[in-house]
C-alpha cells in the first residue's frame, strides 16, 4: 500500500484525535501530503496539506487554528492532529499526495490517494 492512514476512532467533543499516514518514500520523494474528509452525505473536501519540506502549511478555513498537519521524511509519515474537535469533524479521513508543492486545496491536485479512516465525534 503507498499510502496507509490510521488512527481512526471515536473522540468526545472538545476533545482531540491523532492520524497517521504512511507512504512509500520511493514513490513520493518530493511530493508534498495532505488529508481530505468526507462526511456523510457531502462531497470530500480539503482539510490540510504540507509541501516536501514541511516549509509550507495549508488548511481549510474549518481547520485553522484546530488541526495542525506536519510530516516526519525520515519515517515516511504525514500526520494530523485535531483539537477541539466538533461533531461536524465527524467523517471519513483520507490523506494523498501531490507533485504540487503549492496547494491550493483541489482534489486535482492530487495524484495518490490512500484508504480512508473514520473518526467520530460524539457530542
Known amino acids: 500500500v503507498q499510502l496507509q492512514a490510521s488512527g481512526g476512532g471515536s473522540v468526545q467533543a472538545g476533545g482531540s484525535h491523532g492520524l497517521s499516514c504512511a507512504y512509500s518514500?520511493?514513490?513520493?520523494?518530493?511530493?508534498?501530503l495532505g488529508w481530505f474528509r468526507r462526511v456523510l452525505g457531502k462531497e470530500r473536501e480539503f482539510v490540510a496539506a504540507?509541501?516536501?519540506?514541511?516549509?509550507?502549511?495549508y488548511y481549510a478555513n474549518f481547520a485553522k487554528g484546530r488541526f495542525t498537519i506536519s510530516r516526519a521524511i525520515t519515517k515516511t509519515t504525514v500526520y494530523l492532529q485535531m483539537n477541539n474537535m466538533e461533531s461536524e469533524d465527524t467523517a471519513v479521513y483520507y490523506c494523498?499526495?501531490?507533485?504540487?508543492?503549492?496547494?491550493?486545496?483541489?482534489?486535482?491536485?492530487?495524484?495518490?490517494w490512500g484508504q480512508g479512516t473514520l473518526v467520530t465525534v460524539s457530542s
Open positions: 504540507i509541501n516536501w519540506r514541511g516549509e509550507g502549511t
Open positions: 494523498a499526495a501531490s507533485p504540487f508543492q503549492k496547494i491550493n486545496g483541489n482534489e486535482a491536485e492530487f495524484s495518490a
Open positions: 518514500g520511493d514513490t513520493f520523494r518530493g511530493y508534498a
